[in-house]
């Protein structure tokens, strides 16, 4: 099992910053990749960025490319999501999560942390 917990939401006004925490614990070295998901009110679930464990290798979704950027310390303990040029189309709540090696995909989900965006 791994258990994963965000912090560093928070309401910002547009252009701002934000940097999410995701302290990950129990079996992390399990955890194959590690990623961001956002869900906005009325909206499904959408994916945010992800970093690979082994290669250190990230991908974003277009929306947030070039703003948003994903990392990790070195003992892949937690990960992080630092936001610049904030808008008010990426409030959401942010949840972080983690994809198990015998998992297709991300399988451990964090309780979510708000993000709220003024205009």
């Known amino acids: 099992q791994v258990q994963l917990v965000e912090s560093g939401g928070g309401l910002v006004q547009a252009g701002g910053s934000l940097r999410l925490s995701c302290a990950a614990s129990?079996?992390?070295?399990?955890?194959?990749?590690m990623g961001w998901f956002r869900q906005a009110p009325g909206k499904e679930r959408e994916f945010v960025a992800r970093?690979?464990?082994?290669?250190?290798?990230?991908y974003y979704a277009d929306s947030v490319k070039g703003r948003f950027t994903i990392s990790r310390d070195n003992a892949w303990s937690t990960v992080y999501l630092q936001m610049n040029n904030l808008k008010p189309e990426d409030t959401a709540i942010y949840y972080c999560?983690?994809?198990?090696?015998?998992?297709?995909?991300?399988?451990?989900w964090g309780q979510g942390t708000q993000v709220t965006v003024s205009s």
């Open positions: 999560a983690a994809k198990s090696t015998y998992s297709a995909d991300f399988n451990y």
């Open positions: 129990g079996r992390t070295s399990s955890a194959n990749d």
């Open positions: 970093i690979m464990r082994n290669t250190g290798n990230t």
